[in-house]
């Protein structure tokens, strides 16, 4: 079921067996979908004296909250259109933490507009650690790279970090996005035995 579909029914006050009653489901499956919407930030949960969970379901819900996708389209010209965006709830996002999830998307167009965070001003202690958690710091050395070639005015990364994030000489190369390599950044692919999936016209329209 489309989440537009599934909030229309389901706007409102619920409770686990209103929406079962609603959508003519099974209980695993209802707690699927008030998973789904609660992810998207449409979902409030409060609790009666009796510990039963009430859900008030409203686009009212998702104001003041920001998802990954607001962070690139803040601070990048290639912009990301997504039907169904993740909100963080109670925080804010990092430019850092925003680079390594379009990264771990492996979709082209998250990947691309990541590149454009690098103009930022970077942390790279909190950018190392979330790389390391996923197992993307060569990923994350290797755009890094590209963005200064591509970018102008990109801060010079540490070099503590930069170090810790080279690959090794037994280490094989992995891809950013499966199956494509560049045609321009071999020395960027050779450095960080990362495929670069972009080439120097996927840029042309950004300069």
Not at 7 to 14: D, E, V, Y
Not at 61 to 86: A, C, G, H, R, W
Not at 175 to 183: A, G, M, V
């Amino acid at each position: 079921m489309r989440t537009t579909e599934l909030f229309n029914k389901l706007k409102g006050m619920q409770t686990i067996e209103s929406v079962m009653s609603i959508l003519g489901i099974n209980k695993n499956k209802t707690i699927y979908y008030i998973h789904r919407l609660k992810k998207l930030g449409y979902i409030k949960t409060k609790y009666k004296s009796d510990k039963k969970r009430i859900y008030f379901i409203s686009k009212e819900n998702t104001l003041n909250q920001m998802s990954y996708s607001d962070i690139l389209n803040k601070y990048s010209p290639v912009k990301i259109y997504d039907s169904e965006v993740y909100k963080i709830h109670g925080r804010n996002i990092g430019i850092e933490e925003a680079i390594v999830y379009a990264i771990k998307t492996g979709k082209f167009r998250y990947v691309l507009s990541s590149i454009f965070l690098f103009r930022k001003k970077i942390k790279w202690k909190v950018i190392y650690e979330y790389a390391k958690k996923d197992n993307l710091l060569r990923q994350v050395g290797a755009l890094y790279d590209l963005s200064r070639i591509i970018l102008n005015k990109v801060r010079k990364i540490d070099n503590r970090f930069k170090i810790k994030m080279l690959p090794k000489k037994s280490d094989k190369y992995k891809y950013i996005i499966n199956n494509l390599k560049s045609k321009d950044f071999k020395n960027i692919e050779e450095i960080w035995k990362v495929y670069i999936p972009f080439n120097k016209g996927d840029f042309e329209e950004f300069k």
